[in-house]
């Protein structure tokens, strides 16, 4: 249901026929592989760029070897982590494995991408200024995940993904709670025992020595974010909180989930633009060693702070017709 405030552009929107959604979601699909093909096909000795160490990882199950093994940190990146996904993300990727990488990345970019179009375009078009956030470019350029989260957040039924990035997974589910999201994430989890029984230890073992992973809301500098729990009883609060909370690298493309905080166009643009003046004043920095340290304060008030000043202007409570509504879903 678009909140009042709406303009409308995006009442207008609401009418679009499933044919002409089904059209507009493969256009953004398009932009979003658009985005990726043509950043990994730049930089040929980056692979895939982040989408590599899952697509490497898909590619070693089918060789029949343990991808924790396999993945290592032996050169530059991509090559310089261990595999710090969970091995549902190899399942999940197994599909792309054998394509180039950077045709694999795109098309991951651009099936998530048409994904999270078609969910928006159906339940909150004022939210498509998503589409040129800072994080959703970032997320396109490096062939991250959160496109595919967040429209899991929108459409349950794709909430077994959260299996395959269970941070940013649980704040998708947490937005919209169902026991499809739990059954089918615990469904691909079982896969993965039986493809591999070990992965768990093997996973736990890699990501243990990782200390860079940190929620904005645990430190001292976004302590302020924890005014988030006033809007507790919203599930746009829930997922802000989630997200200040989560370990994450302090980068800009998993802050792609709070676009669903935003009431209306105007305020998802207001988010959009501000997204931008951090990105850009870190860009400078992207190859420095202390890249994530620039980055954080950055996108503590450039992203979560602005956020959490629309999540405040909400009604402490969620409108009756739309919890009906999503129990109907």
Request: proline content about 8%; aromatic content about 12%.
């Amino acid at each position: 249901m678009t909140p009042e405030g709406t303009d409308v552009v995006s009442r207008t929107a609401t009418k679009l026929k499933s044919a002409d959604r089904a059209i507009a979601a493969v256009l953004l699909g398009g932009w979003g592989a658009f985005i990726a093909y043509f950043s990994m096909l730049s930089h040929p000795q980056h692979l895939a760029k982040d989408f590599s160490y899952p697509w490497r990882a898909a590619r070693a199950l089918l060789a029949g070897d343990n991808p924790y093994e396999v993945i290592r940190a032996v050169g530059e990146y991509p090559f310089n982590a261990g595999l710090l996904y969970p091995l549902p993300a190899a399942l999940v990727v197994t599909p792309f494995s054998q394509l180039r990488p950077e045709i694999a990345g795109a098309l991951f970019v651009g099936l998530s991408s048409a994904l999270l179009g078609w969910a928006i375009l159906r339940d909150c078009p004022y939210r498509l200024p998503l589409f040129i956030s800072a994080p959703f470019v970032q997320a396109a350029i490096l062939g991250q995940w959160s496109p595919l989260l967040t429209a899991a957040a929108l459409m349950p039924t794709l909430q077994f993904f959260a299996a395959a990035k269970p941070t940013v997974g649980l704040a998708a589910w947490l937005y919209k709670p169902s026991r499809r999201g739990i059954i089918g994430g615990l469904l691909l989890a079982a896969v993965a025992f039986a493809v591999l029984p070990g992965w768990l230890g093997d996973w736990l073992h890699v990501t243990s020595g990782m200390n860079k992973y940190r929620g904005p809301a645990t430190t001292l500098l976004g302590a302020f974010l924890l005014l988030g729990v006033l809007r507790w009883r919203r599930r746009e609060g829930r997922l802000f909180i989630a997200m200040s909370l989560i370990p994450q690298l302090p980068v800009f493309y998993d802050s792609l989930i709070l676009w669903l905080v935003p009431s209306t166009l105007w305020r998802t643009l207001a988010l959009s633009a501000a997204s931008w003046v951090g990105y850009l004043a870190w860009y400078p920095s992207r190859a420095s060693p202390l890249q994530n340290e620039i980055a954080f304060p950055w996108l503590v008030f450039t992203i979560y702070a602005p956020a959490l000043v629309l999540l405040l202007l909400l009604p402490a409570r969620e409108e009756p017709e739309q919890k009906k509504a999503d129990a109907g879903q």
